[in-house]
Nanobody
Framework: QVQLVESGGGLVPTGGSLRLSCDAS????????MGWYRQAPGKQRELVAS???????YYADSVKGRFTISRGSAKNTVNLQMNSLKPEDTAVYYC????????WGRGTQVTVSS
């Protein structure tokens, strides 16, 4: 079992920045990939960014050049630095960890005001 706890959401104006963090506990040795999904009202959950233990990363086209994902040295944390935020980035952001089973955090709200 893996437990995930997110932090760092909030309300920012357009062009602002936020940093999301996610801490994993439990059977963390089994985690291969960690990352972030988001879900806006009325929309499907979408993958925003992910990072493997080998530091391979993925970004959705909509966030490339603005968001940066990083794993902590102990590999049980994942951070998402979000810059140049836009109103369309408003969503609940969910941390996930994949060890063959996908675990989810409870989500943190990010709201970007226009």
């Amino acid at each position: 079992q893996v437990q995930l706890v997110e932090s760092g959401g909030g309300l920012v104006p357009t062009g602002g920045s936020l940093r999301l963090s996610c801490d994993a506990s439990g059977t963390i040795f089994s985690i291969a990939t960690m990352g972030w999904y988001r879900q806006a009202p009325g929309k499907q959950r979408e993958l925003v960014a992910s990072a493997t233990t080998g530091s391979n990363t993925y970004y959705a086209d909509s966030v490339k050049g603005r968001f940066t994902i990083s794993r902590g040295s102990a590999k049980n944390t994942v951070n998402l630095q979000m810059n140049s935020l836009k109103p369309e980035d408003t969503a609940v952001y969910y941390c996930y960890a994949n060890s063959g089973i996908k675990y989810w955090g409870r989500g943190t709200q990010v709201t970007v005001s226009s």
